[in-house]
Structure formats: C-alpha cells, structure tokens
C-alpha cells in the first residue's frame, strides 16, 4: 500500500503557530501572503512585539498597524531618551488599534527623558495587567510629580516588577491597585527616593504580594525611615524580605525594628513569607513563634539562627506545611529549626544536598524536591507518606525497588537529568 506523504499546509495548526511564532518579521509577512489558511492562522495567533527604536521608521509599522494580528505583549528594548519621543510617535497609529490587546509590557535597559513619554505608552495600554521593568531610568528627576489628568487609567494592572530602577518609575502606576509588587534594588542603580516607595505602598489597598530584595551594601535605605505602617491600607498573603542589610559588619537595630514592624503590621493575614541572607534571628522567632497562618517558609540554611538558646524560646508553628530551603548544613541548628516545622507535606531544597536529617524529622511528607543525588541517596530518603518526587541531576544508579520499600507510597518521580534525558515515570 502507498504511503501518502502530507505537505506542511496538513500541519495541525498548533504546530504552524509554534512555527510561525520563530520567524522573522518579514518572513512572517511572506508566510501569511503564501495561502488563505496561513492569512487566517497569523490572523488569530497572539503575537508578542519586540521593538528598538530603528524599527519603528520601518514600514512594517504601517503593515502591522493595519493587520488583524491579537499583539498580547510588547517588549521595548535599548531605546534611549531621544529615540523614546520619535518612536511613541511612530506607534501612535499601532496603540490606538492594537493597545486595548496588549497584556504585558517589557521594558528593558530603556532611558526616557521624563515620565510623560512612559505615561504617553502607558495611557495607549489601557488593559495591561504586567509591566516589567527592567534597568529603566528617567533622565529628568524632576518629573516624579505628574500631573493626575496625565496618569494613566490602568485598572486590570495586577503585577509590577521593577528591577534595577528608581522609585521614581512607580508614580505611572499611582492610580493602578496592584496584586504584586515586586522591587530589585542592584548593586549600582540609583534608586532616589525611598519615601516614594512607601507614599505609593499608602494607596494600595488590593496589594497581596510584596517581595523585595535588596543587592546593595552595605544597606538598603528602604527601612532608614520610621514609616507608620499601621496606616498601611493593605493586608498582604506573601511577603519576601531578602538581604536588607549586612548586620555581620554593621549594627543597624533601628533598622531592623522598622522592618518587624511592617512584618508585624501583616501578622494576621501572611500565608507565605520568604526571609534570605541578613536577617537576624528575633525575625526567625517572630516569624515561625506569632504567624499563626504561615503555610509556607522559604529560608537560607546558611542564615538560620545557630545560637542554641534561640530554640529554648522558640515556638513551635504547626501550620506551616512548605520549606523552602537553600544550603542546609547537617547540623545541631539545622535539626533544631526542623523541629519548629513538624507538620511539613512539602519540602524544597533549592541548592545544597539533601540530608537524613529530615528523614527523621517530617513524617507526614509528601512531596520532596532536591536539586541533586548523592551516594547516600537511598538511604537518607526514608518518608512512609511521600507521593511525589522530583530530582534535578541524577548522577548514580538508584535501585528503584529498595527507594520503593524505603518510601511505599511515591506514585510519580521526575527526574529533569538522567542520562542526558528527561524523564517522568511512575513505579
């Protein structure tokens, strides 16, 4: 019987849009020249747009303004203050037909010259519900004030994540209710302000989640300044608070108060909580000894408390049911912070080895996530109820049948690299 070959119009559509979401712009204008059906696919696919400013003197501008293309996401790339005014010109056109479809905006390692350029982009976006920034500076720091007819009316925005950026860059967002801030202060960015940070946090009332992670030394001015945090209109599910300051080379005691005191301000409702380097250990024992709703803990093994005395006093917090954990160390500190969390189902060890410490200490496990095996793999991982496992490097021949004795109920492994293949098996 002859066999009957299929041509690349007989792809299924899935994998012509996975194909087509590879090509360059002007191949995909060919492409969708080519036939009807390819006219139609490029027509319904979501498009994302990555612009630097020499492609908006282009013509394709004109061609993608009148194409029926759904554009879902625009990436803003390298443009600097002078090319921002030419090119917000340029996707006038485009903003005022695609921007209502526009979901996301990416701005990366972009300079305009004051925030009413950002505002102009902004106000062509109505239905963002992300905008990243990334390395975005404004050359004139006397626009941080901007007129409230000028801001823009984003309603659906849920997520800002500014990294490497002034505080300048949240006054856009002043008339936004975010679900999710998230700040990155680097080592060199100049960051202005601070009390602009907390003025802005004063007029979010849906903001859920707030992760903030500072890189500078020897301290990050967010917490110099005695904020009223009690006047702090939201109540926040997820805080991360990592690498404030170095308290091994200096004594910042005020500084650390203010930090408690936001964490303090959000004790009733913190479900999740991730404390990394710099923390001192009275965080450790506010933490895991008064959030009665902590669910979730991500800790670094190198930063938990050591001082014996601190688990004297420490109480237990049965309700916390994930760790996430970085570099545990098997030892005394390590054992003793294990047994503040008794009651975990999930455990997560980001980097580092894992131990039989916790074999011992987590009856009711039952999902295990390690970064790489060792020798004493099989037998260090002992859990009567773990389900599932997931192993990042697998470097060794594991007996499956005595890991099977040792853990009775694992119903699925996942292994990301064994044997230079991907693997997900259940036994």
């Keep these: 019987m002859e066999q009957k070959h299929k041509t690349v119009l007989e792809l299924p559509e899935e994998i012509t849009v996975k194909i087509f979401e590879m090509l360059e712009i002007k191949a995909l204008e060919a492409a969708s020249l080519t036939c009807k059906s390819w006219y139609d696919i490029s027509s319904r696919m979501s498009w994302h747009l990555k612009l630097q400013y020499e492609q908006c003197n282009n013509s394709w501008i004109e061609t993608l303004t009148k194409s029926n293309r759904k554009f879902t996401s625009i990436k803003l790339n390298q443009i600097l203050p002078w090319e921002?005014?030419?090119?917000?010109?340029?996707?006038?056109?485009?903003l005022e037909k695609h921007g209502e479809n526009i979901k996301v905006l990416d701005v990366n390692f972009c300079t305009f010259d004051d925030l009413t350029v950002l505002c102009k982009i902004l106000n062509g976006l109505p239905n963002l519900k992300t905008v990243l920034h990334q390395t975005t500076s404004i050359q004139s720091k006397y626009s941080?004030?901007?007129?409230?007819?000028d801001l823009p009316q984003l309603q659906s925005l849920k997520t800002l994540d500014m990294s490497n950026c002034g505080y300048e860059l949240l006054q856009p967002f002043r008339k936004s209710q975010l679900h999710?801030?998230?700040?990155?202060?680097?080592?060199?960015?100049?960051?202005?302000?601070?009390?602009?940070l907390w003025q802005f946090l004063m007029n979010q009332r849906k903001?859920?989640?707030?992760?903030?992670?500072?890189?500078?030394?020897?301290?990050?001015?967010?917490?110099?300044?005695?904020?009223?945090?009690?006047?702090?209109?939201?109540?926040l599910?997820?805080?991360?608070?990592?690498?404030?300051?170095?308290?091994?080379?200096?004594?910042?005691?005020?500084?650390?108060?203010?930090?408690?005191?936001?964490?303090?301000?959000?004790s009733d409702t913190l479900e999740d909580l991730e404390l990394g380097e710099y923390v001192p250990d009275f965080f450790y024992h506010f933490a895991i000894s008064n959030l009665n709703r902590?669910?979730?803990?991500?800790?670094?093994?190198?930063?938990?408390?050591?001082?014996?005395?601190?688990?004297?006093?420490?109480?237990?917090?049965?309700?916390?049911?994930?760790?996430?954990?970085?570099?545990?160390?098997?030892?005394?500190?390590?054992?003793n912070f294990y047994r503040l969390v008794p009651n975990l189902e999930t455990l997560i060890i980001s980097k580092g080895t894992f131990d039989n410490i916790a074999s011992s200490m987590f009856p009711n496990l039952k999902h295990l996530e390690i970064p790489y095996t060792h020798e004493?793999?099989?037998?260090?991982?002992?859990?009567?109820?773990?389900?599932t496992i997931f192993v990042g490097d697998l470097h060794l021949s594991v007996p499956w049948a005595t890991f099977k004795l040792n853990n009775p109920n694992v119903r699925k492994i996942e292994i990301n690299n064994y044997e230079d293949c991907n693997e997900s098996f259940e036994i």
């Design 144 to 149: 941080a004030n901007i007129p409230e007819h």
């Design 84 to 94: 921002a005014i030419k090119m917000v010109d340029g996707l006038s056109n485009f």
């Design 180 to 196: 999710k801030l998230k700040i990155l202060e680097s080592y060199s960015g100049e960051i202005g302000d601070p009390l602009l």
């Design 207 to 235: 903001l859920k989640c707030f992760e903030f992670k500072s890189m500078k030394k020897p301290i990050s001015p967010i917490f110099v300044y005695r904020i009223n945090v009690q006047f702090l209109p939201f109540k």
């Design 376 to 387: 004493e793999f099989i037998n260090d991982v002992k859990f009567p109820k773990m389900e």
């Design 294 to 335: 902590l669910s979730s803990l991500s800790v670094d093994g190198e930063d938990i408390p050591q001082d014996p005395s601190f688990y004297n006093f420490a109480a237990i917090n049965p309700s916390v049911k994930k760790l996430t954990i970085s570099n545990p160390f098997a030892n005394d500190a390590l054992r």
């Design 237 to 266: 599910k997820s805080l991360a608070l990592l690498n404030l300051t170095d308290h091994e080379l200096i004594n910042y005691t005020n500084y650390y108060n203010n930090a408690l005191d936001l964490l303090l301000s959000q």
